[in-house]
């Protein structure tokens, strides 16, 4: 029987948003292949994660390696860690999530399976010929580009874009199997971490974010960004920025959405100072809807943008902040 696997990555004692949506995509392409669904989930001290979600989501069982070695994450370990656990079952397919961790083992894995492998997903669809067909959007957006594997091509690894699906209702009651696993070594893992620095933030995740707000270039610097994360704070949304605006240093590289940062999917993507390059768009594009706030009316920015204001920020910016204040205290 095909399995269809996804990598779900423990974060804080649980699992983000996009694990759910793997799970839902999971849970269709194992009804078309008459298949079972299996979270795995890899780590050490993997005691406290609660896994009970997995399977209300749509698991039918819980892959848990829990081994010493797993911890710090390197590229390495991980990929022998699923090389082995993959040839141990033969599942159909591997999701996991278009992040940092997803895009750096994905292609590893691959290679030591010599299988192929297709990144950013936005669709999965069944077909009678190809068996699936994954939709990606290449060159920032522009074209729809359909990618089926070939029939010796297993498993089938694939990264999902967070946001590109909606996750299923968790089911009450319902619960999947922990079996745990075991792999015996981890061959020669190369790399050595010597710290991991963490940066707490009280804002929602970029990636997870239903409302997100961005500054550019047009803020002008550390205290016009900080306008920009003042309205983020109000709308309780996670904060953006364009490479100009990182690359300055008036915020965090962590907080890049585009090309060369992060792929977000906001219900609400507001865009402050932000010209619209097809760098910074490839990145934001997949928001349902697009504000921009520029005071360049040919900025093409107002070409994608939903709604627009040509106005200076530094004036529209704390209005607009006011406002939705003002709507919360009513």
């Known amino acids: ?19 759910f949506e793997m799970l839902a995509a999971a849970r269709r392409m194992a009804e078309e292949a008459g298949g079972d669904v299996s979270a795995v989930v890899l780590g050490s001290g993997l005691g406290e994660v609660d896994l009970d ?64 492998f297709v990144a950013d997903v936005v669709g999965i669809e069944a077909d009678a010929q190809e068996g699936f067909v994954f939709t990606r959007e290449p060159y920032s957006g522009k074209v729809l ?28 009651g319902r619960t999947a199997p922990v079996l745990m696993q075991h792999v015996d070594g981890f061959g020669d893992v190369r790399q050595t971490v010597a710290d991991v620095v963490r940066r707490a933030s009280g804002r929602v995740e970029l990636t997870e974010a239903d409302i997100v707000v961005s500054g550019g270039r047009g803020t002008k610097g550390a205290e016009g960004f900080a306008l920009v994360e003042e309205l983020a704070d109000v709308l309780g ?3 953006g920025a364009s490479r100009p605006a990182v690359d300055e240093g008036w915020t965090d590289i962590q907080f890049q ?6 792929t ?22 997949a928001s349902k809807c697009i504000v921009a706030v520029n005071n360049d009316p ?19 910016v704390p209005l607009l902040t006011e406002a939705f204040r003002a709507g919360k205290a009513s």
């Not at 029987?1 to 974060?11: Q, R, S």
């Not at 590229?75 to 599942?91: K, S």
């Open 264 to 285: 977000v999917a906001p219900s609400l993507y507001i865009a402050c100072g932000i010209s619209g390059s097809i760098q910074h768009m490839a990145g934001a594009a």
């Open 1 to 19: 029987m095909a399995e269809v696997w996804v990598y779900a990555e423990p974060k804080h004692g649980t699992f983000p948003r996009v694990t």
């Open 53 to 116: 979600p997995l399977g209300a989501a749509g698991a039918d069982a819980v892959l848990v390696l829990d081994d010493p070695a797993l911890d710090p994450y390197t590229t390495d370990a991980y990929a022998a860690a699923l090389e082995t656990l993959i040839t141990q079952r033969q599942p159909e397919a591997l999701l996991l999530a278009d992040g940092a961790t997803g895009l750096d083992v994905a292609p590893v894995l691959a290679q030591r399976l010599g299988t192929g």
């Open 257 to 262: 959405v585009g090309q060369t940062g992060k």
């Open 298 to 316: 040919q900025a093409d920015i107002f070409k994608v943008a939903d709604y627009g204001i040509v106005a200076d920020l530094f004036e529209a």
């Open 237 to 239: 949304a996670a904060v």
């Open 145 to 172: 580009a359909d990618v089926a594997f070939a029939a010796d091509a297993r498993p089938m690894v694939v990264t999902v874009r967070p946001k590109a699906f909606e996750p299923d209702a968790p089911v009450e």
